[in-house]
């Protein structure tokens, strides 16, 4: 009966271990709403992060819109995730694939994030982006 006392702690451990960080750290995105300005197609943000900061931008678009995205930073590490609306998690276009530029049409109507983060081995680094997103909607 000993084995049993001994399983219980190491089945403890591995939940733990095993828990991902990223659950944890998803409270620090600040979110900033993006409103075009009267008859315009497009808006720019430069801003910057540091580190694990992460910055959700949030633009309404509907379905059939031709969305065009890119960004121009200044540290290699540093791109941006397209969230289709009533997405939290599963990005529709990750920008570490695709030079950080988005070109295409919008499935659905509704609101659309622009996650901007770093790569964890730079935000382990504290590294800091400077970086221009260039947002257009036709």
């Given at each position: 009966?000993?084995?049993?006392?001994?399983?219980?702690?190491?089945?403890?451990?591995?939940?733990?271990?095993?828990t991902?960080?990223?659950?944890?750290?998803?409270?620090?995105i600040?979110?900033?709403?993006?409103?075009?300005?009267?008859?315009?197609?497009?808006?720019?943000?430069?801003?910057?992060?540091?580190?694990?900061?992460?910055?959700?931008?949030?633009?309404?678009?509907?379905?059939?819109q031709?969305?065009?995205?890119?960004?121009?930073?200044?540290n290699t590490?540093?791109?941006?995730?397209?969230?289709?609306?009533?997405?939290?998690?599963i990005?529709?276009?990750?920008?570490?694939?695709?030079?950080?530029?988005?070109?295409?049409?919008?499935p659905?109507?509704?609101?659309y994030?622009?996650?901007?983060?770093?790569?964890?081995?730079?935000?382990?680094?504290?590294?800091?982006?400077?970086?221009?997103?260039?947002?257009?909607?036709?």
């Amino acid at each position: 009966m000993n084995y049993l006392r001994l399983g219980t702690p190491i089945l403890a451990t591995a939940f733990v271990l095993l828990t991902p960080p990223a659950i944890i750290a998803r409270n620090d995105i600040r979110t900033v709403g993006i409103h075009f300005a009267p008859g315009a197609t497009s808006a720019v943000v430069e801003d910057s992060i540091t580190g694990y900061e992460t910055v959700d931008y949030v633009l309404g678009a509907r379905k059939g819109q031709y969305m065009n995205l890119s960004m121009a930073t200044d540290n290699t590490a540093n791109y941006f995730n397209i969230l289709a609306p009533h997405e939290d998690a599963i990005a529709m276009f990750n920008s570490s694939m695709s030079e950080n530029q988005y070109e295409g049409t919008l499935p659905e109507t509704g609101e659309y994030k622009i996650r901007v983060y770093m790569m964890r081995s730079a935000a382990r680094r504290n590294e800091k982006a400077n970086y221009r997103l260039e947002m257009i909607i036709e």
